[in-house]
């Protein structure tokens, strides 16, 4: 089994070992963006390194890319902040909906539009991956720990549920997807099967 595969299968493993949550697809209509607590970086989060990311991705291998943060004193390289995977067994599609033929390739590009919010816009924007999903992995380890954004680090904010949530465009309703939340790792993992926006929020303003 190759060893990209291998990691895949283990993590259901991994979800045993860590303290973890999984949390349901969205289901039913979205939620508008003022009804949304996201995460916000902590004010002593080191600064990333780089606010846009971008890489070839082949159809029939695994690529991936990540964004770091600046590297801390005594490091040769800054923390992981999101580490995005596709595999080589996945069936990559253009927007259009015609799929790539085996080493044909296409430009991936990850940008986020304020280095403060856990939030990342994907292009090009409907491109599909179909037969595996790609993986989203992002870490908060960085975040304010306030995350239900009431004001005050508390018992609630270790009880308050949060995950990956997606927009098709800027201005339009967020819905949530399933993930895998590893407390211990500070981390929140997701199956990617399209290109849109995707940012790390929880609850609903309404909710609370």
């Known amino acids: ?8 299968v283990l993590l259901a493993s991994l979800a045993l070992l860590a303290a973890c949550e999984r949390s349901p697809s969205g289901g039913g209509g979205g939620v508008e963006p003022g009804d949304l607590v996201f995460l916000r970086a902590s004010s002593s989060a080191p600064p990333v390194a780089a606010v846009h990311a971008e890489f070839w991705a082949v159809q029939g291998e695994n690529r ?19 580490r995005f995977r596709v595999s080589g067994n996945t ?21 986020m539009p304020d280095p403060s919010r856990f939030e990342f ?9 179909d ?11 960085f975040a304010n720990p306030d995350f239900n954004g009431d004001g005050r680090v508390d018992g609630q904010d270790d009880d308050f549920e949060f995950g990956f949530w997606r927009r ?10 399933g993930d895998l939340r590893l407390h ?20 609903t303003r309404q909710a609370r």
């Open 91 to 111: 069936r990559m599609r253009r927007p259009d909906g015609t799929a790539l033929a085996e080493d044909d390739s296409i430009r991936i590009t990850i940008d």
């Open 1 to 8: 089994m190759p060893k990209y595969l291998t990691s895949r």
């Open 184 to 203: 211990d790792l500070a981390e929140v993992r997701g199956d990617i099967t399209g290109f849109t926006g995707y940012a790390l929020a929880g609850g």
């Open 131 to 141: 037969r595996e999903p790609a993986e989203l992995r992002v870490s908060y380890a």
């Open 168 to 177: 098709e465009a800027p201005g339009q309703d967020w819905t949530r997807i």
């Open 64 to 82: 991936e890319v990540r964004i770091r943060y600046q590297p801390r004193a005594g490091q040769s390289q800054g923390e992981d902040l999101l």
């Open 121 to 129: 816009q994907f292009a090009p924007s409907g491109m599909r991956f």
